[in-house]
């Protein structure tokens, strides 16, 4: 046998040897590129999660799996805001024409994912819910309905109490929208125990009027941002 047939014979023995390899992928696994996964809980846990928690339970941002911010909320707005995050605020834009990663329709399956996965429609069927989204109210009332419905939890100025955080910190007002007070107020944060617009009195609802009268207040309290030659002055703080 000449050395040449010795030395085929012992490299296709290697080879078969690494075929069978523990860890080696098999012969029909394939890698996905990352504009084709469709699948909802990976494109959630990677995009999401990180912000309104794992299983849309809530996080830095409000919870996804409320029922109630899907029953106000419709899919042409979370399709949106998904797709175009919120400037201004820490809601990034996830599609691709926006400047994200997502393709339309990936943003498709996440906003289809939610609604199928957590929606309860029944969710506020008795309730005279306030609208998603409204004009401005007025500030004085603001403060009076802030008094009556938020202060007990966030003290009488809004700074903090024992059993809230304060509602207007510089830093956190800074970074949402009043569009996000707006529906925090009404779906609430239940996972930190903050109740939805229906529970901050026993047996007296917010109206739609209070609703947009606190957010106005609110927004109200938020630091003016003006430039000071190359320094950013926020609320007077450089």
């Known amino acids: 046998m000449s050395w040449r047939v010795v030395l085929l014979a012992a490299l296709a023995s290697t080879a078969c040897a690494c075929n069978d390899a523990p860890g080696r992928p098999a012969a029909d696994s394939a890698v996905i590129a990352p ?7 990976v494109l959630y846990a990677t995009n999401c999660a990180g912000c309104h928690g794992a ?3 809530g996080g830095a941002a409000i919870g996804l799996a409320d029922p109630v911010y899907l029953a106000i909320a419709d899919d042409a707005t979370i399709r949106r805001v998904t ?8 809601m990034p834009a ?3 024409s926006a400047g994200g990663l997502l393709t339309e329709k990936q943003i498709d399956v996440v906003v289809n994912g939610m609604r199928t996965r957590w929606a309860k429609p029944n969710a506020i069927a008795d309730a005279d819910v306030p609208p998603y989204a409204a004009a401005s109210g007025n500030t004085a009332r603001g403060a009076d309905v802030y008094t009556r419905y938020c202060s007990s939890c966030h003290g009488a100025d809004g700074r903090g109490g024992q059993r809230a955080s304060s509602v207007v910190d510089g830093a956190y007002l800074a970074l949402v929208s009043d569009q996000g007070l707006r529906t925090t107020v009404i779906v609430g944060r239940p996972d930190m125990g903050a ?10 609802p917010m109206s739609a009027e209070d609703v947009s009268d606190v957010v106005t207040w609110l927004a109200a309290q938020r630091p003016r941002l003006q430039h000071a030659g190359d320094s950013l002055v926020v609320g007077g703080l450089r």
């Open 55 to 57: 299983s849309g339970a």
């Open 94 to 96: 996830f599609a691709q």
């Open 83 to 90: 797709a175009n995050g919120v400037p201004g605020t820490a």
């Open 195 to 204: 109740p939805d617009w229906r529970g901050n009195v026993p047996g007296k």
């Open 35 to 41: 504009d084709e996964v469709v699948d909802f809980a």
